[in-house]
Nanobody, 121 residues
């Protein structure tokens, strides 16, 4: 079982910055990718940024140039540095880990509980 715990959300004015952290209970060689998604009220959950097991980073077009995802394997953590925040970034941000399960031969999604980010105009 993989557990994810997020922190770092809060209220910030437009143009400000926040740094989200996600601590993973354990890192395994079966990790396919780890990253961040977000869900705003009345909207579908969407990808924000991910890091693959090979180190490739993937960003949503709406956050490119403003957000940066990074990881620290020694701390079993992944971070999301968010700069130049906009009111449209307001959402619950969720940490996600995609882990390959060799028994059932499929990728399993694990989710944190989420952290609220609110950007005021």
């Amino acid at each position: 079982q993989v557990q994810l715990v997020e922190s770092g959300g809060g209220l910030v004015q437009a143009g400000g910055s926040l740094r989200l952290s996600c601590t993973v209970s354990r890192i395994t060689f079966n990790f396919n990718a780890i990253g961040w998604y977000r869900q705003a009220p009345g909207k579908q959950r969407e990808l924000v940024a991910t890091i693959s097991s090979g180190g490739s980073r993937n960003y949503a077009d709406s956050v490119k140039g403003r957000f940066t995802i990074s990881s620290d394997n020694a701390k079993n953590s992944v971070y999301l540095q968010m700069n130049s925040l906009e009111p449209e970034d307001t959402a619950v941000y969720l940490c996600n880990a995609k882990v390959y399960n060799g028994v059932i031969m499929r990728i399993i999604d694990y989710w944190g509980q989420g952290t609220q980010v609110t950007v005021s105009s």
